[in-house]
């Protein structure tokens, strides 16, 4: 549980700061890493590889959420220091 917390806010902070590309290793050196520790653990197959999708999933949700966050933001900044109407 604590690997997907840690994933979700990883994939997150990307999404803030970071393009598309860069989802793209990161989600491959984190799979790549849960399969190594999987393996070297002894699990099953079947339990590494659920895992490993599981963490995929939970990386690129943090970093959709990671978007949408900063599409709000700039929203939000652009509303606030837009310059007053001239009319009135």
């Known amino acids: 549980m604590m690997l997907l917390s840690v994933a979700c806010l990883t994939g997150l902070f990307f999404g803030l700061r970071y393009k598309f590309v860069a989802l793209i290793p990161l989600t ?12 070297f653990e ?8 659920l895992n490993a999708i599981l963490l995929a999933f939970v990386l690129q949700g943090g970093y959709v959420i990671g978007v949408i966050c900063c599409d709000l933001f700039s929203q939000l900044a652009s509303r606030s220091m837009a310059a007053p109407s001239k009319r009135g």
């Open 28 to 39: 491959a050196a984190a799979v790549l890493a849960r399969v190594l520790v999987g393996a």
């Open 42 to 49: 002894g699990q099953a197959v079947s339990s590494i590889t």
